[in-house]
């Protein structure tokens, strides 16, 4: 590959910059890292060959800045630009503006971007192709009574979601029919306000659905491969915690069924590069087309344990080859693997972000386990960005042995110094229902009071634990105690 | 002695410290091993591994233990206790030497009578009886050497 692609600029940062970095090294290919003041000690800047500082101003100066990022991609006459996740990766603009400049954009082209990135024209696609979207409305009449009307042919309960959205924001589950108006406006003006568009799509409330999406390959003229589902439902406010693969509870056949609904979307819009299709599937077995993720996804590791593909190592080929490097019946599935994030927020005050200087990351015992992150001790952890800190991904032979060895990683990574939801993490994967596979999108909430009771803890472990520690501070200078005692009772010798 | 475990007052009940154990009611914890933020203490003959680390702008430890953390600092008025936690035992506060020893095995204490005294780090020290009653254990004589955290003497409290 390196004859192609010898220099790449990550238009990201932390840990999916660090990610990008280290497949850019095995093949040999130089790096670029771009980075702001606040972020100049995390290290993926030094991981880089490269480095350029962005300054200290908000994101759209900075990462997002398509103009001050082609200027360094062209001062450093990178041949691609991988645009991690986020941010710019799926902003057909840019990958328009890399083209003008003559960089390549490591991600699909911007016509598969703009189809997928609305929500109106994407369904209307998927349905052209005769692939299953969830029952609903998506006509351009936004009058208030038509509205209505469609919602009372579709039922009740129902999901009011704005065309141009995502993240939960402008979407509202109505219950009854005599709610819908008053959601309707609330919905409308959310969307106004996040995306600068109020139209909104009415849809199916599908009863305890699950998220699953399918890692699909295109090769930008027809060809796609798929490698396999992702079970992403344990989310909270539609963030995911924790992700596996392969899915619990679910038949080969439906597998199959899901893998190659998500192959022939990719195949009918000429899909280029990595991508996710994500999917709803009811309790009855039925599955819709959801959305279509035209990027790298946050849990990609999850897939690459099982099959072994290095997922960026393909973004890069696809992307300077138009081809792909590998075939369908070359990808296997093998054993299971997991992904916790663990996130800088508490989840006994409400998940509320945390900043704070980080003391201890902790360590690998495992050396099986994979920690993706781009902090180290000592880094401060701020709000200005994502609150992620750290993917810890798992893989082994079954889900019982790898949801063990996961605790047990996670154990060994407090994230001292910082409130993160490690512990949170480690009581959702012993919580029973979690155990039995047997999970939707909303049982992490159901769930939630439990996992964040007080639960019975044995302190006196911890009171312990401390004496054994303070009586050995003396000797890193500490001397909380000594000091104090000689205070109190000592005197001095003539 | 208090603590504060997670911002809550921790008060040990049945409290014995030495130099490497710690006595809670009838579990003894031992230091195993302590390393780079980690340390292992056995419980009653049992291994628990903890990880910790220590915040100098607000004097608190972070602790790790079985998936959990707490951040545990020194309760205010904790000060000066932590080395004389038990009231039936003295233990060496510091590492230093006998200096002069008041007390013998049988005899009564008041307390805040001294005991004996330790010379450490050119100070005098009086290691006082926290309780009324009699010596029951007296390790050391005058001159001997003394590490920190050491049991020295044993009172027998009165029963009242």
Sequence with gaps: ?494 | MDIFINKEVFTPVDFIKSKDQVILGKTVYKLVKRKDNEIIISKNGKNLNAYYSFNHKTQEYSISLSGRVYKVKLGQGGHGELSTQSSNVIISPMPGKIFKVLKTVGQDVKKGETVLILEAMKMEHSLKAKTDGKIKTLKGRVGDQVSADQLLVEIEELQS
């Design chain 1, 1 to 494: 590959m390196g004859e192609k692609v010898k220099k790449i600029l990550i238009a990201n940062r932390a840990e999916i910059a660090s990610r990008v970095i280290r497949t850019c090294d095995k093949l040999g290919i130089e790096t670029v890292a771009i980075y702001t003041d606040v972020d100049s000690n995390l290290p993926f800047v030094k991981q880089a060959t490269y480095c350029e500082c962005l300054g200290s101003g908000e994101v759209s100066e900075t990462y997002i800045n398509k103009d001050l990022i082609v200027e360094i991609a062209k001062k450093h006459k990178v041949d691609g630009i991988h645009p991690g996740y986020g941010f710019l990766s799926e902003n057909s603009e840019f990958g328009k503006l890399l083209e003008k400049n003559g960089i390549t954009f490591i991600g699909p082209r911007a016509k598969n971007i703009l189809l997928m990135g609305d929500k109106l024209e994407s369904k209307k696609f998927v349905q052209s192709l005769k692939l299953p979207t969830v029952p609903g409305y998506n006509e351009d009449n936004q009058d208030a009574d038509h509205l209505k009307k469609q919602a009372i042919k579709i039922g009740f309960p129902l999901l009011i979601k704005a065309s141009a959205g995502g993240g939960g924001k402008g979407m509202k589950i109505v219950e009854k029919e005599s709610d819908f108006l008053e959601k309707l406006s609330s919905a409308k003006s959310e969307a106004m306000k996040f995306f600068g568009n109020d139209r909104v799509i009415l849809e199916k409330y599908l009863i305890n659905p699950r998220h699953i999406e399918i890692q699909v390959l295109g090769d930008g003229q027809g060809d796609a491969v798929h490698l396999f589902e992702r079970e992403c439902s344990i989310q909270r406010r539609y963030q995911k915690v924790i992700e596996e693969t392969p899915a619990t509870n679910i038949t080969q056949k439906l597998r199959n069924e899901m893998c190659e609904m998500a192959v022939s979307l990719a195949k009918g819009m000429k899909y280029r590069g990595a991508g996710t299709v994500e999917l709803i599937l009811a309790e009855s077995g039925e599955f819709y087309f959801l959305e279509m993720n035209t990027r790298l996804q946050v849990e990609h590791a999850i897939t690459e344990m099982i099959t072994g593909v290095d997922l960026v190592q393909e973004q890069i080929y696809i992307a300077t080859h138009d081809k792909l490097n590998i075939s369908q019946d070359e990808i296997h599935s093998i054993g299971h693997s997991i992904e916790c994030r663990i996130y800088a927020e508490d989840p006994f005050n409400n998940f509320l972000p945390q900043a704070g200087d980080l003391e201890f990351i902790g360590k690998l015992k495992d050396p099986t386990v994979r920690l993706d992150t781009s902090y180290e001790d000592g880094n401060t952890v701020s709000t200005n960005y994502d609150p992620m800190m750290a993917k810890v991904i798992t893989h082994d032979r079954t889900r019982v042995q790898n949801i063990r060895k996961m605790v047990e990683a996670l154990v060994h990574l407090p994230f001292l110094g910082v409130q993160t939801n490690r512990d949170f993490l480690i009581k959702t994967l012993e919580y029973p229902k979690f155990l039995e596979g047997k999970y939707h999108t909303h049982s992490l909430e159901a769930w939630m009071d439990e996992l964040c009771a007080k639960s019975e803890e044995d302190l006196d472990d911890v009171f312990a634990s401390f004496n054994f520690l303070s009586k050995k501070s003396r000797k890193s200078g500490i001397n909380i105690i000594e000091d104090a005692w000689m205070r109190s009772s000592g005197q001095w010798l003539g």
